[in-house]
């Protein structure tokens, strides 16, 4: 219902009065006959101003009743609802409002489950469910000991657990079917949330840390489980690669440029039965050519390993004590020992200029030297050092069974042998080159036959000198030479008397040989003297060298005597002296030069009462050639 009438002032006239004093009869009327308003009523308010409060009503498409409480309060529209006093606590809602099908009732708050009505007493609802907040967790908490959480479901009509949070267990997470997180997403722990990351493709990746698995449980390969990997702590202390397919051999590759090119792949397979290959694919990429085969056996001596090219083992090869290498037609062509020996059943061959090594430091070697010498070389391999090589009869067990060859680091060449005490060798023969092989020398130690014959040789030379090519010298001579008879048909002697009252002398020359090397000598003399007189006879020699247009009128070097010979008390019986010292001769002797000699008797050096008959001098001196050319 509208209100027609409006107020009036005492400006207004009479007629306006009268016309708006029936606006208020007709409003009055209306209002008694019904209450009825066209759609709004407006309120003033306890101030007249340009504000007032108007109820306003929709345009009812039926007929409609509001009705107001009998009691005293505030009523709340969608304007002031959050000027009600709020209440943070369950227990202070009496009630709480809902629509039951367009009727406004109360509910009580244990009925509607909230405050303290038990989780288990709520019903099963028949629509979705959200459970929000803005702020703040939500947390669900099964507070009975070891009670889980559990998440259910309804797969295709069936009831299944999807998810439970095994709270015995700290709460392990026990999934009903698969784990799925977003392409790219990651699995981890507190400390390393990406861990494990998987990608749109589902590749796998570790993101840091190591994969850790326990004690005999298996890392398994394959859509069939066909390949598993396990640590077998219990039985072999071992990592364990297994063929989980009955009667399957096992094969791993192992790939280089993840296979990209021939050679990039070597396979292992170990066959169903014990079986051992490996072998790659150098020939043709992704065909494995065998080039081990192991076959064991329960005697592992009779276990075969059979190569296809080549081997060398720069860290060893090692086969059983006694055990044998060879080919397939010559299964025992090498065998080794227990204690190292290595024997060959057939020939040993090595291609040209290849080498046999001896020594830890790879001192000797041995090879066939086609390219340059065409000889077999025997080589000192370390820098500088000489090459020895001993040659052993009865395995060098007895002095003299051992000669030694040693070729000196520059070239001197030694030969000798150990006769004189095992293993040590006393060098009999020494070969030193020269850049003019005229100039070579050899040297020999102990005499040298040729064709059952002695070879002369450098050494120690003797001259004998008769008293018949000596002649008395003029001042102080000894008596002249005279022939002295014993018993007919006896020898007879040419002798030179000496007297025993005071030094007297004799005198004779010696060409020496071109071999002689000018040096030294020494002498014996032999004498006789008749009577029995033992009493001493010293003879004293001298000389000087002269050479081609020098002067004969020199003197002589200084005399050397050897220690005085007593006499043998018998007329006649020969003395021989021992041998002189040194006799350094005068004059810088050189080839083809003459050498005077002087031979004296020192009577102040001798206690012979009687002549004494001077037989003959030999001289010894020593060559540095084999002959005189």
């Known amino acids: 219902m509208a209100i027609t009438a409006t107020s009036i002032t005492p400006e207004n006239t009479l007629e306006e009065f009268r016309i708006q004093f029936n606006n208020l009869v007709v409003d009055v009327d209306g209002v008694a006959a019904g209450n009825t308003f066209t759609q709004s009523i407006i309120f003033e308010g306890e101030t007249a101003d340009e504000s007032e409060t108007t109820l306003l009503a929709t345009d009812p498409t039926a007929d409609r009743t509001i009705t107001l409480p009998d009691a005293t309060g505030t009523v709340i529209t969608t304007g002031n609802s959050d000027a009600a006093t709020t209440t943070t606590s369950v227990s202070d809602v009496d009630f709480v409002l809902v629509d039951d099908g367009g009727t406004l009732k109360k509910i009580t708050r244990s009925n509607l489950g909230i405050g303290s009505t038990a989780a288990d007493d709520i019903s099963t609802g028949d629509a979705a469910v959200t459970i929000a907040t803005s702020t703040g967790n939500i947390t669900i908490d099964a507070q009975g000991s070891d009670t889980d959480i559990i998440f259910k479901g309804t797969d295709d009509a069936s009831d299944i657990t999807a998810l439970t949070l095994d709270m015995s267990d700290a709460g392990t997470a026990i999934f009903n079917h698969d784990i799925k997180i977003a392409d790219g997403g990651f699995i981890g722990s507190a400390s390393d949330a990406d861990a494990i990351g998987i990608s749109a493709g589902g590749d796998v990746s570790l993101t840091g840390g190591a994969l850790s698995l326990i004690d005999n449980e298996k890392i398994i390969l394959g859509t069939d489980s066909d390949i598993s990997f396990t640590y077998d702590e219990s039985t072999t202390d071992s990592l364990v690669i297994s063929s989980d397919v009955n009667d399957a051999g096992l094969g791993i590759i192992f790939q280089a440029d993840a296979g990209a090119d021939g050679g990039d792949e070597w396979k292992m397979n170990f066959a169903n039965g014990g079986t051992f290959t490996f072998g790659n694919d150098i020939a043709s990429a992704g065909t494995h050519t065998t080039l081990l085969t192991i076959t064991p056996n329960s005697t592992a001596a009779n276990s075969t390993h059979a190569f296809i090219g080549s081997v060398s ?157 000596m002649y008395p010298t003029t001042t102080n001579g000894c008596a002249a030479l005279a022939q002295v008879e014993g018993t007919a048909g006896r020898p007879e002697s040419k002798v030179l008397d000496f007297d025993p009252s005071s030094d007297e002398n004799a005198q004779f020359t010696v060409a020496f040989p071109k071999s002689w090397n000018e040096s030294t000598i020494t002498f014996k003399a032999f004498f006789t003297v008749t009577g029995t007189d033992t009493g001493t006879v010293s003879w004293a020699l001298s000389g000087v060298a002269t050479a081609d247009n020098d002067a004969i009128d020199v003197a002589f070097g200084t005399a050397v005597a050897p220690t005085a010979k007593a006499h043998s008390g018998t007329s006649g019986d020969i003395n021989v002296t021992a041998e002189s010292g040194n006799v350094t001769i005068a004059g810088s002797p050189s080839t083809d030069e003459m050498v005077f000699f002087n031979i004296m008797r020192d009577v102040s050096a001798d206690n012979q009462t009687g002549d004494a008959r001077l037989l003959g001098i030999q001289i010894f001196f020593t060559t540095d050639a084999a002959n005189d050319s």
């Open 313 to 469: 083992a720069s860290g060893g090869l090692l086969v059983a004590d006694a055990g044998t290498i060879g080919s397939a037609s010559d299964s025992d062509a090498i065998s080794i020992s227990s204690g190292g020996v290595v024997a060959f059943s057939q020939d040993v061959s090595l291609v040209d200029d290849k080498k046999v090594i001896l020594g830890s430091n790879s001192d000797i070697s041995l090879q066939y030297d086609e390219s340059t010498t065409d000889s077999l070389v025997v080589s000192s391999d370390v820098n500088d050092a000489a090459l020895g090589i001993v040659f052993q009869a009865d395995a060098g067990a007895d002095a003299g069974d051992e000669w030694k060859m040693n070729f000196a680091n520059g070239g001197t060449f030694t030969f000798g042998n150990d006769i004189a005490s095992a293993g040590t060798h006393t060098t009999l023969l020494t070969i030193t080159p020269n850049s003019t092989a005229a100039s070579s020398t050899f040297a020999f130690v102990g005499s040298i036959t040729a064709a059952g014959n002695a070879v002369k040789t450098v050494g120690k030379e003797t001259i004998y000198v008769p008293a018949s090519a």
